[in-house]
C-alpha cells in the first residue's frame, strides 16, 4: 500500500465512513474462538426472503478471518488467497455471530476455519474456510518499520 493510499485509508477511518464501520460489526467474547464479531441486521441487510444477504456473510467471514490472523502473529501484510463458504440456513433473527479460529500459520499462509450462527436462535448458518497469503512488508513503502528510501 502506498503512502498515499493508507493516508486515505486512515483518514476514511477516522471519519467514521468507511463501508465496515457502518455494518456495525462489534467483538464479542466467545469461548474457544481466536476472535468472535457480532452483525446485527435490520432491514436493511436483508434479502427478499428475510435472511441476511450472502455477500455481507461473506464479508463477515472475510473480516473475522483476517483479523484473527492478524492477532495471531507478527504484523504482516495479509491477503485473502481463498475464501469457501457453505451457506446452511439463513440468518432471520440475528445477530449474525462470526467466530474464527486460525488452524495453522506458517511463513507465507494461514488457514482459519469461521462458523456463522444466528445468534438469536442458535442455528448454525455458515461454515468457512478462509486461506491467508502472508508477507512481510518492503522496507520504504510506508508499511513496514522501515520507511526509509535506501
Sequence with gaps: MSRAA??????????GEHLLQQLNFRDVEHEGADLAIEMDIDH????PRGALQGGLVATL????AGRAVMDSGPRETVATADLTIHYLRGITVGPALA????VRRGRTLAVVTV???DAGSGDLCAVAT????LSQP???NGTGPDNSRA
Design 138 to 140: 518492503r522496507p520504504g
Design 6 to 15: 493508507a493516508a486515505e485509508h486512515d483518514e476514511v477511518i477516522a471519519s
Design 115 to 117: 462458523d456463522v450462527t
Design 130 to 133: 478462509v486461506a491467508f497469503s
Design 61 to 64: 467471514v472475510d473480516v473475522v
Design 99 to 102: 467466530t474464527a479460529k486460525v
Design 44 to 47: 436493511r441487510v436483508k434479502n
